[in-house]
């Protein structure tokens, strides 16, 4: 449209709130991630542990029903519903979420840097936090969808199948089953977003991803057994959370400090915020 004709006019239509401008990232990546039909098969094997331990929680409260059935009578259930069967939920599950981040991650930010898309972005009402947090979302509610969400719906179960009483004397394992899992979930989500940030080759992000737990966990090791110390087991960041899920589950775990748990994770989400917001800008000088 020729500008001297001064027809054009201002959109007055409806305007998305500002407050949720950044779901209109999760939603397209959604659409995309979905069309794939190994990533669609990989996110249904993920539901098949909470479908297996919602089964022992069934079997825990009708042993003494199945065992009347091959004659045995007054059997207690072998299998206890406490902390560390949570744990061993959330251990299993927080594996595959780590896979599964390892595949939607590092294509995220990488192909927008890459494709020069982000001042694309940028030059709408739409700021670098609103983008980080849009681009999180996609994982965010990917992965609670696979971890603390069917956790704190076999706690219900089992809460249903216990009574009150038993509800009342584990509260806690619900709100370690909802933090540990959200720890993890932002720990794994701003590293790989800050890889993918850094590193613009999608498959270069995703290996880089992986190497920072395999070759941590070896570097830690190497350290302890060189100097003859333990702080090396903070280089594994698997250790540290597994240090930290003992911790809100009242269990034992690895030879590491809860202190000093809390203090490393912390310390890697403000070193990849920082990460992200040196990355992310408008513009970028290529020398």
Known sequence: MAVYKRTY???TGPVTPE???FGIIPRYAYRRLFQSKIMTAFYVVCFISPLVFLSLIYVAHSFSSIARLFGATDAPSPIKVDGDFFLVYLAIQS????ILTSFVAPGLISTDL???ALTLYLARPFSRAEYVIGKMSVLLI???SITWVPGLILFSVEAALAGAGWTIHNLWIAWAIFAGAWIWILVIALLALALSAWVKWRIAAGALL??????GSALGQAINASLEVRWGSLLNLGDVSAAVWANLFRAHGPEISP???WITLALV???CVWLLYRKLRAVEVVR
């Open 142 to 144: 990917l992965l609670s």
């Open 19 to 21: 407050w949720s401008r």
């Open 9 to 11: 006019h201002g959109y």
């Open 269 to 271: 989400c403000v070193a």
């Open 259 to 261: 202190s000093s748990a």
């Open 114 to 116: 890459s494709n020069r």
């Open 95 to 98: 594996f595959f979420a780590f």
């Open 210 to 215: 992986l190497g920072v737990f395999f070759v």
